[in-house]
């Protein structure tokens, strides 16, 4: 079974551009589908966005705007970028890949990363 | 964008079962949906129980199932454990646009 570990910084400044980088290590490699998932503080589960083996991204329409999510299988790594921040987006980010068969979108999770938005 | 609904809190008695559904503002929830299912423990990842309806991941214990039911997504759990106390969302597929419910609370008691 993959691992992921989300890094970053855990406290960006409003308006600012957050940054999120989730490295696999461990098992395979072969999926299709990178995502990106939040949860603000006591509150529900809401998807970001993904990145399909072919390279095309799917975003959540209240985010389009401001997400970018990136792959780079070179390094076992792919990120996500997300602009104009305000306290809004103050959330534990999660990454997720799904497995090697394609049917399967969330196969592995991280762990979580808290990012705070705040002057 | 779609809204997703899920009962806020249910409560089941150790050993007994519970059903969880998942209903669409756009109308009935179908296979074509590939409705899935994720169990949250506090301070945990969520991680995933059922994909596409029905399908199980490996690590997901047999007392749990998937399936469509009157126009909703539904996991039922037969036989329930103290253990399967825990926050349940699901999330639906619109094209690719992927939604979550706003998660049920369950309580073994």
């Known amino acids: 079974q993959v691992q992921l570990q989300e890094s970053g910084p855990g406290l960006v400044k409003p308006s600012e551009t957050l940054s999120l980088t989730c490295t696999l290590s461990?098992?395979?490699?072969?999926?299709?589908?990178w995502s990106w998932i939040r949860q603000s503080p006591g509150k529900g589960l809401e998807w970001i966005g993904y990145v399909y083996y072919s390279g095309s991204t799917n975003y959540n329409p209240s985010l389009k705007s401001r997400v970018v999510i990136s792959v780079d299988t070179s390094r076992n790594q792919f990120s996500l970028k997300l602009s104009s921040l305000t306290a809004a987006d103050a959330a534990v980010y999660y990454c997720a890949v799904g497995d090697s068969s394609g049917y399967l979108i969330f196969d592995s999770w991280g762990q979580g990363t808290l990012v705070t938005v705040s002057s | 964008q779609a809204v997703v609904t899920q009962e806020p809190s249910l409560t089941v008695s150790p050993g007994g079962t519970v059903t969880l559904t998942c209903g669409s503002s756009?109308?009935?929830?179908?296979?074509?949906?590939?409705p899935y299912w994720f169990q949250q423990k506090p301070g945990q990842a969520p991680r995933t129980l059922i994909y596409n309806t029905s399908n199980k991941h490996s690590w997901t214990p047999a007392r749990f199932s998937g399936s469509v039911l009157g126009g909703k997504a539904a996991l039922t759990l037969s036989g329930a454990q103290p253990e399967d106390e825990a926050e349940y969302y699901c999330l639906v597929s619109y094209s690719g646009a992927l939604v979550f419910g706003g998660g049920t609370k369950l309580t073994v008691l």
């Open positions: 461990g098992g395979s490699f072969n999926t299709y589908y």
């Open positions: 756009t109308g009935a929830v179908t296979s074509g949906h590939y």
